[in-house]
């Protein structure tokens, strides 16, 4: 469903469709997937209208999560369990997402409410996220008064948070990490398990581009295919 706003004028009434990423991103592909379970959560972004939308990449040594409140690095094993299963590595030939040596030259961008995942340049989905702040969550426009009030008002709460902050003992800090641990397990196995059911599809179509690389005669597919087989095949007959 498409949102809307609709703003009020002296003339009258005037309506403004909501950026969408199909509308908004160029050359954006639709991933056919749908988000596996316990992911997000495992990455620390929660179900919420302001976190609808959610980039995924590689950045900093590490999984770079990024959405319109900001971004923060997370667990690289849960980000590899998506991006390395062979239902979602399919889809990702020749798409740079990040690696230790490179800057990202595409992204994931994650639609929770839609239940959706997209393929897009990186550059292209921060400048959607950063239109889609602007609308759904567009800045009020303050006197200057009213500026300096709030930026006092948000350092005070900021220094009492740090007043009242507690060093953890090492016993709560060690059921932290356990927790976060068998928090990231569980997330790993979910997601497993819900991107196994995507398989036969996943299949079907290496076959088809193993077909027709090797009739344009792409070396670089080919290889990159070959591979990715290799480590499939090598995975589930291991288990």
């Known amino acids: 469903m498409k949102q809307s706003e609709i703003s009020c004028f002296e003339t009258g009434w005037q309506q403004h469709s909501a950026p969408t990423p199909e509308t908004s991103i160029p050359q954006i592909t639709l991933v056919p997937v749908g988000i596996p379970p316990k992911m997000l959560a495992a990455l620390?972004?929660?179900n919420k209208p302001s976190m609808r939308y959610v980039c995924l990449t590689y950045q900093a040594t590490n999984c770079y999560v990024e959405h319109?409140?900001?971004g923060h690095t997370n667990s690289f094993w849960v980000y590899s369990a998506f991006i390395d299963h062979f239902a979602v590595a399919i889809?990702?030939?020749g798409c740079d997402l990040g690696s230790d040596d490179s800057y990202p030259t595409y992204g994931l961008l994650l639609d929770q409410q839609q239940n959706q995942v997209w393929l897009a340049q990186?550059?292209?989905i921060k400048k959607f996220l950063k239109n889609w702040q602007s609308y759904a969550y567009p800045e009020p426009k303050l006197t200057r008064e009213q500026q300096e009030q709030i930026s006092k008002k948000g350092f005070e709460k900021l220094m009492q948070s740090v007043k009242e902050f507690r060093q953890?003992?090492?016993?709560?800090?060690s059921a932290i990490v356990e927790a976060s641990m068998h928090q990231e397990q569980d997330a790993i196995a979910a997601i497993?398990?819900?991107?196994?059911?995507?398989?036969p599809e996943a299949i079907t179509i290496a076959q088809r581009r193993v077909a027709a690389a090797t009739q344009n005669q792409?070396?670089?597919?080919?290889?990159?295919?070959?591979?990715?087989?290799?480590?499939f095949l090598n995975k589930y007959q291991n288990n």
């Open 44 to 46: 620390q972004v929660p």
């Open 192 to 199: 497993t398990a819900y991107l196994d059911a995507y398989l």
């Open 68 to 70: 319109i409140c900001g």
């Open 122 to 124: 990186y550059s292209h």
């Open 218 to 231: 792409d070396r670089e597919v080919m290889s990159y295919l070959s591979l990715l087989l290799a480590r």
């Open 91 to 93: 889809h990702l030939i």
């Open 168 to 173: 953890p003992s090492p016993k709560e800090l």
